[in-house]
């Protein structure tokens, strides 16, 4: 990662942080931005500027960030709200849907997408799109045992995709939950994200897959402009 898109990256957590407030459940989502977010979290409730909040994470990394940063944390099944859930995304388009998954943490990010009030988005300037899939694949959590029979499934509707393979361990990336990740491309690009993803998630084997549609409240892009970092608030199309 660049040092700007770092900093890109830190701008918009830190902006994402500040809708904040006390008493709240947060959803914590994954990946670099996601991550920033929760150390920005966490040096707001260690100064006292935020009282009383909950984590709600959507990942192994982003619990052990935010329990080593002191942030309590309920499990999913232990609470029945979220006030407020804030996550990266590989890819948003004009009518805010996007690619989420680049980290393989999409099942357990979209549950608490969905549960959330409010669902804020934190991306630097190079996630925007005009159409998702021509650059970033879109990621498909499968069964281990049904990989094989999803991929042939999924080149039926005119996907072709990969199994996602591990760096620093032999064979395949293995999800939190235990299970494969195909990574999907479709040729020109995704033109109906709604269709396909509910076309995706009925293949049976499929566990769900990374496009997060009508999820997007707000998204909060981090850019440099003149040399200097800052954040735009995206209008949605
Ligand atoms: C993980 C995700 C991440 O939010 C997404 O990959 C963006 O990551 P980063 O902030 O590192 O660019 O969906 O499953």
């Known amino acids: ?20 407030k006390d008493g709240m459940v947060l959803g914590l989502g994954s990946g670099s931005t996601a991550a920033l977010m929760i ?20 990942s192994f990394q982003g619990e052990v960030l935010a329990s080593h940063l002191g942030i309590p944390l309920l499990s999913l099944s232990a609470v029945d709200r979220i006030d407020l859930a804030i ?15 680049g980290g393989a943490c999409h099942v357990q990010e979209k549950l608490v997408a969905v549960l959330a009030q409010r669902f804020v988005v934190v991306v630097d300037s190079t996630k925007i799109v005009d159409t998702l899939n021509l650059d970033f694949q879109l990621p498909v959590e499968v069964l281990p045992t049904a990989w094989k029979q999803v991929q042939a499934t999924l080149n039926d509707i005119g996907g072709t995709s990969k199994l996602r393979m ?16 195909l990574d999907v491309t479709i040729e020109g690009g995704i033109k109906a994200p709604e269709q396909l993803e509910q076309q995706i998630n009925n293949i049976p084997g499929v566990l769900e897959n990374g496009l997060f549609v009508n999820l997007a409240d707000e998204v909060l892009v ?16």
């Open 87 to 101: 996550d990266g995304a590989d890819e948003v388009d004009p009518s805010f849907q996007l690619i989420k998954g």
């Open 1 to 20: 990662m660049s040092d700007l898109q770092t900093q890109m990256k830190q701008a918009v957590a830190i902006a994402a942080v500040e809708q904040v």
């Open 166 to 181: 591990a760096e620093r361990k032999a064979g395949p990336v293995v999800t939190d939950q235990g299970n494969l990740v």
């Open 39 to 58: 150390e920005a979290l966490g040096s707001k409730l260690s100064s006292g500027k935020l009282k009383n909040i909950v984590g709600v994470t959507t």
């Open 222 to 237: 981090g850019e440099i402009v003149d040399g200097v970092p800052g954040v735009r608030r995206l209008k949605k199309v």
